[in-house]
């Protein structure tokens, strides 16, 4: 399967992107939003978008190299294929550096959970798209957002996937969040409803070669005795955990972890070589990638 559309725009995100309203079918279109000028993603709204209902909505978040319009440009073939809209959120490092996490630990940076909200609010206003509920992917730092997006708005989560996070929340309510679901000042609004999380289809990706610690890692010495020593360990570690937790709560586990070949930490070879958007399809769509 091509992976390559035509793109409107192959640069970062500029200062101003296109206003919502002014979207071309079967392009990349960097968008602006109007309800909060800092926030900026990308959208791919397919040619074969279905007539007379809300199209479904699949979100994918970059990783710490914030490339948001590579996850759009990779992707934007499957969305066609399966007549899903595409977002892909731009988490600027100066505005959201601590996205991964959902927010910071000092109350002034803002939520990146909470942005991305505003964003499908807009996107509801001005497309013919069900926003209230979404298949959900990330790499590395945005595999992180996934499952903590997941965790906190499991009303709005189909099904997500999870590729090479460095670390994860694990559901224990003795510990704070994002180390676990405990109680957090600054997410004081955040109330975790562990069961409807659990129900979440999921699926964790790692690259065979993803064990090298590398600077992006967060090598804690707490986080490396409790989840492992790197990516590929955590990740299987993570997904026994929730099958456990699953089973303790008498919800039948719904979590996978798939190694992707040939590749290590990165999102290109994933997708080239490992096959991640094949898997990624896989896990919406049993069957029809």
Same mark, same amino acid.
């Given at each position: 399967m091509s992976t390559q559309p035509v793109t409107r725009h192959s640069m970062p995100i500029p200062a101003q $992107?296109?206003?919502l309203l002014d979207i071309i079918r079967g392009a990349v279109t960097c968008l602006s939003f109007t309800s909060d000028s800092s926030l900026k993603a990308?959208?791919?709204v397919p040619k074969n978008l279905p007539k007379g209902r809300p199209a479904r909505l699949f979100i994918a978040v970059h990783g710490i190299s914030? /490339?948001?319009e590579e996850h759009a440009r990779r992707f934007a073939a499957y969305a !066609?294929?399966? $007549?899903?809209?595409?977002?892909?959120p731009f988490f600027s490092e100066d505005e959201y550096p601590r996205y991964q996490r959902l927010g910071g630990r000092r109350g002034n940076l803002k939520r990146a959970d909470l942005a991305l909200l505003t964003m499908l609010d807009e996107l509801n206003a001005e497309l013919n798209v069900d926003t209230s509920r979404f298949y959900l992917f990330g790499f590395s730092g945005g595999g992180q957002f996934a499952h903590r997006f997941a965790m906190a708005h499991p009303q709005r989560v189909i099904s997500y996937v999870v590729a090479a996070a460095g670390w994860y929340t694990t559901p224990d309510p003795n510990m704070k969040f994002p180390r676990g679901i405990g109680p957090n000042?600054?997410?004081?609004?955040?109330?975790?409803?562990?069961?409807?999380?659990l129900s979440i289809p999921a699926t964790v990706i790692v690259g065979e070669r993803d064990t090298k610690? =590398? @600077?992006?890692?967060?090598?804690?010495?707490?986080? &490396?005795e409790e989840q492992g020593l790197h990516r590929l360990e955590? =990740? !299987? /570690?993570?997904?026994?955990? &929730?099958? !456990? @937790?699953?089973?303790?709560y008498g919800i039948d586990p719904h979590f996978d972890f798939v190694i992707a070949p040939r590749c290590g930490h990165s999102f290109r070879r994933a997708m080239r070589r490992g096959g991640v958007g094949d898997v990624v399809f896989n896990q919406f769509f049993p $069957?029809? @990638?």
């Open positions: $992107g296109a206003p990308y959208l791919y914030r /490339n948001a !066609e294929r399966h $007549g899903l809209v595409l977002l892909a000042r600054y997410f004081a609004d955040l109330r975790f409803d562990l069961a409807a999380f610690p =590398g @600077t992006s890692l967060n090598q804690a010495p707490r986080l &490396m955590r =990740g !299987e /570690n993570w997904v026994f955990a &929730m099958r !456990e @937790t699953a089973l303790a $069957g029809k @990638t």
